[in-house]
T-cell receptor, first 117, second 115 residues
Framework: AQKVTQAQTEISVVEKEDVTLDCVYE???????LFWYKQPPSGELVFLIR??????QNEISGRYSWNFQKSTSSFNFTITASQVVDSAVYFC??????????????FGTGTRLKVLA | SAVISQKPSRDICQRGTSLTIQCQVD?????MFWYRQQPGQSLTLIAT?????????ESGFVIDKFPISRPNLTFSTLTVSNMSPEDSSIYLC????????????FGEGSWLTVV
């Protein structure tokens, strides 16, 4: 069975601090995709990144970086120099590839990040 | 990415009534999904909206309670029937775009409060 665990329910940091959001996943698929989404108070889920299981290269996008490690089944997300606008709930998600086209997306329980001014 | 529009964005509904949520995508998409997010919770998949055929429901969700339509490749509706306070949630439409790898994008959500 597929599962995504975000053990951190809520994190509070002071502006300009770095923060890492943890994501651990379980899957028996050899081909799968991992995602991070941001949900600000407005409610919309904003796509941040997709990673496939064959690409373990870490990625950096501005203040955001992602560390994918298959050995530990983790896909962690780091925000450098956090800002108040980063305050949101962040979801990690997992999807298995399927030739039949029936994809399922499993979401973690989310981590609420509060960045204090 | 595509623009996914949902309406209503918010509504307060009376117990026992039904409400239909509309989801419009600005391009043709291969797959559309409906999720529910109860207050403070994660996303739970209700069903996959199949174009031209009946939706595929997840365990715990039934067609009588959550009828879904998908008449074409850009539009879908979700009806929440005979609502109770436990149905108070954000309902999110999502779509998988062709060429997006496996990424699904979300609408802005419909916040329903049942009183």
């Amino acid at each position: 069975a597929q599962k995504v665990t975000q053990a951190q329910t809520e994190i509070s940091v002071v502006e300009k601090e770095d923060v890492t959001l943890d994501c651990v996943y379980e899957t028996r698929d050899t081909t799968y995709y991992l995602f991070w989404y941001k949900q600000p108070p407005s409610g919309e889920l904003v796509f941040l990144i997709r990673r496939n299981s064959f690409d373990e290269q870490n990625e950096i996008s501005g203040r955001y970086s992602w560390n994918f490690q298959k050995s530990t089944s983790s896909f962690n997300f780091t925000i450098t120099a956090s800002q108040v606008v980063d305050s949101a709930v962040y979801f990690c998600a997992l999807s298995g590839a399927s030739t039949s086209g029936t994809y399922k997306y499993i979401f973690g329980t989310g981590t609420r990040l509060k960045v204090l001014a | 990415s595509a623009v996914i529009s949902q309406k209503p964005s918010r509504d307060i509904c009376q117990r026992g009534t039904s409400l239909t949520i509309q989801c419009q995508v600005d391009s043709q998409v291969t797959m559309m999904f409906w999720y529910r997010q109860q207050p403070g919770q994660s996303l739970t998949l209700i069903a996959t909206a199949n174009q031209g055929s009946e939706a595929t429901y997840e365990s715990g969700f039934v067609i009588d309670k959550f009828p879904i339509s998908r008449p074409n490749l850009t539009f879908s509706t979700l009806t929440v029937s005979n609502m109770s306070p436990e149905d108070s949630s954000i309902y999110l439409c999502s779509a998988r775009l062709g060429g997006s790898g496996n990424t699904i994008y979300f609408g802005e959500g419909s916040w329903l409060t049942v009183v």
